[in-house]
Nanobody, 120 residues
Framework: VQLQASGGGLVQAGGSLGLSCAAS????????MGWFRQAPGKEREFVAR????????YYADSVKGRFTISRDNAKNMVYLQMNSLKPEDTAVYYC??????????????WGQGTLVTVSS
C-alpha cells in the first residue's frame, strides 16, 4: 500500500487543522492505520491509531481529547482532525499502515509526511 499525507500548514495556537492520508490499492480496509509525528530534534512518536473497520481508536495521552482519527474505507482515506492545537504539536506528521493486530500493529508502510506548524 502507498500512502500520501496532506493537509499540513501553519496555524495559530488554539486553532484547528485536518490532515488527510490517501492510500492506494484495493485492500485498504485490511490495514490498521496510524498517525505519527516527529518534531525537530526529537524522535518520531505515536499519535493515534484506528482499527481496520474504524470501530476502535487509541490516542497518545498528549493528544487525547483534542485529536480525532477517522477513516473512510470506501474512499481509501484516513484522517486526523486536530483541535486546540499547541506549539508543542509542531511536527512532521506521518500516516502509516499496519497488517498486524490493533494492539500490536507493527507499521510496515509509511507516507512521506506533512508539516504542521503551530505558532504561539
Amino acid at each position: 500500500v502507498q500512502l500520501q499525507a496532506s493537509g499540513g500548514g501553519l496555524v495559530q495556537a488554539g486553532g484547528s487543522l485536518g490532515l488527510s492520508c490517501a492510500a492506494s490499492g484495493r485492500t485498504f480496509s485490511s490495514y490498521g492505520m496510524g498517525w505519527f509525528r516527529q518534531a525537530p530534534g526529537k524522535e518520531r512518536e505515536f499519535v493515534a491509531r484506528i482499527s481496520r473497520s474504524g470501530s476502535r481508536t487509541y490516542y497518545a495521552d498528549s493528544v487525547k481529547g483534542r485529536f480525532t482519527i477517522s477513516r473512510d474505507n470506501a474512499k481509501n482515506m484516513v484522517y486526523l482532525q486536530m483541535n486546540s492545537l499547541k506549539p508543542e504539536d509542531t511536527a512532521v506528521y506521518y500516516c502509516a499502515a499496519s497488517s498486524g493486530t490493533f494492539d500490536y500493529p507493527g507499521y510496515a508502510y509509511w507516507g512521506q509526511g506533512t508539516l504542521v506548524t503551530v505558532s504561539s
